[in-house]
């Protein structure tokens, strides 16, 4: 067995941590205090101070063309025949021009573009273009279209969007909550 002895002298320190400056355990959890602190007043002032953000609603109809029938997608996926086609078709209804689009398509695929949809005009985009977060591309031999979204920037700088469900390869309106 080893004794072991306590004693009251101080443990020796290194000329370099002699010279360091040290923080009381009080002094220690201020400063605690104040770094959580800090940044959670600065986010509430933001909140109270920055305007609410309202999103707008576009005045838009997106239909379906070259879908395949709804007995293409009852066969199993890997029995489909390959099926080439398939277009989203985006109609501006409003008056005002629409730039910076955002596409998206069963809120996984989507694509980005620059192109402007003039007012009372419509862009055909082909289905194939949409991809999703890995690169994968949107096959209709193996995907069924059943939702598609349209975020698009207007003259007046604000952000509005549409989004409707497909059922059997027509369009219906997302009742509003």
């Not at 390959?82 to 910076?100: A, P, R, Y």
């Not at 949809?117 to 985009?125: D, L, N, Q, V």
Request: charged share 25%; glycine share 6%; net charge positive.
């Amino acid at each position: 067995m080893t004794n072991t002895s306590t004693s009251d002298a101080p443990i020796p320190r290194s000329s370099i941590s002699q010279d360091m400056a040290t923080m009381s355990p009080r002094a220690l959890k201020i400063t605690l205090a104040v770094m959580c602190g800090v940044p959670v007043i600065i986010i509430l002032a933001l909140f109270s101070y920055m305007p609410k953000v309202y999103e707008g609603k576009l005045e838009c109809r997106i239909t379906a063309e070259g879908l395949p029938s709804q007995a293409f997608y009852e066969e199993r996926y890997d029995l489909r025949p390959e099926f080439g086609g398939g277009e989203l078709v985006i109609e501006n209804l409003s008056d005002q021009d629409w730039t910076h689009l955002n596409i998206q398509i069963n809120k996984h695929y989507q694509i980005h573009d620059s192109l402007p949809i003039p007012a009372h005009g419509k862009r055909t985009f082909k289905l194939d273009r949409f991809l999703n977060r890995t690169g994968a591309r949107f096959k209709v031999r193996y995907n069924e279209l059943n939702y598609a979204r349209v975020y698009a920037r207007r003259p007046t700088r604000d952000r509005a969007t549409y989004a409707c469900e497909f059922k059997e390869g027509r369009p219906v309106e997302i009742a509003e909550q």
